[in-house]
């Protein structure tokens, strides 16, 4: 009876941690560049100073979906939006280069030029910082051309790269931080020239409302299974007890 009482407890526990990477996806579902996270369930054996007889359900994330979500038009020219596969460097909160597919750039007051979550976005040296401009382009290869003030420059003139790269899928992880980032002993990938930017686009989330919605619905009721199972487990051992007083 003790096995069937920890299958379900854990079963229960588990789908309560699928829960929780749905209802991230369901949360993201407005959240510019947002890749929807996978979840499975498989059998792990209890391993310990005795035989692997029970085993327990564990909830885990494979891997996340980097199909490309839909275009949205803003008419902001800091605004920009990848065609088909490849990535935005940025620099991550530790210090090291992560990728992004949100192109929502700003320019803070040390004109550093950053993604709309504060990070900053990598040039071909690194962080990119523009001078004071009256105007800013940002060409279709991720070129970044500014009319700097107080010059009488009539045209706009090149400063700085956007470092766009399409590394292999299979060497990406997904974070707690949100970013996507190389796999421990993957190569840094090269610069690509073959990405395409759009500018005055976002790319929005690639997670289905609908399709997420149902999967919290279903596992809601996952949960309310594993519960009874423990109820009934509670009842049968109780029931046991009793017939083993009057035996």
């Keep these: 009876m003790d096995k069937a009482l920890f299958i379900a407890m854990s079963g229960a526990k588990q789908t309560m941690l699928a829960q929780q990477a749905h209802a991230n996806n369901l949360a993201n579902v407005k959240t510019t560049g947002f890749k929807e996270d996978f979840t499975q369930a ?4 209890v391993y310990g100073e005795h035989h692997p007889t029970r085993a327990y359900a564990m909830t885990e994330r494979p891997g996340t979906n980097f199909e490309a979500g ?5 008419g902001n020219n800091l605004d920009i939006a990848l065609k088909g596969d490849g990535w935005i460097a940025v620099q991550s909160e530790e210090g090291t280069e992560a990728y992004t597919r949100s192109g929502d750039l700003n320019i803070d007051i040390n004109g550093q030029l950053r993604t709309g979550k504060g990070l900053p976005v990598l040039g071909n040296g690194g962080p990119i910082v523009l001078p004071p401009s009256a105007k800013i382009e940002i060409g279709a290869d991720g070129t ?3 009319l700097p003030l107080g010059t009488d420059a009539v045209g706009l003139a090149q400063v700085d790269r956007i470092r766009l790269v399409n590394p292999d899928a299979a060497n990406l992880e997904k974070r707690e931080d949100g970013l996507i980032h190389l796999k421990e002993g993957a190569a840094p990938p ?13 790319e929005g989330s690639n997670v289905n409302a609908v399709s997420a919605l149902t999967d919290i619905l279903s596992l809601s009721r996952q949960y309310e299974l594993q519960v009874k199972l423990m109820s009934q487990a509670d009842q049968i051992s109780q029931s046991t007890a009793r017939l083993l007083q009057f035996s």
């Design 70 to 74: 839909p275009l949205m038009q803003t």
């Design 144 to 146: 970044i051309s500014v």
């Design 42 to 45: 498989r059998s792990m054996p």
């Design 190 to 202: 090269d610069f690509d020239a073959t990405i395409q930017v759009e500018p005055g686009f976002l």
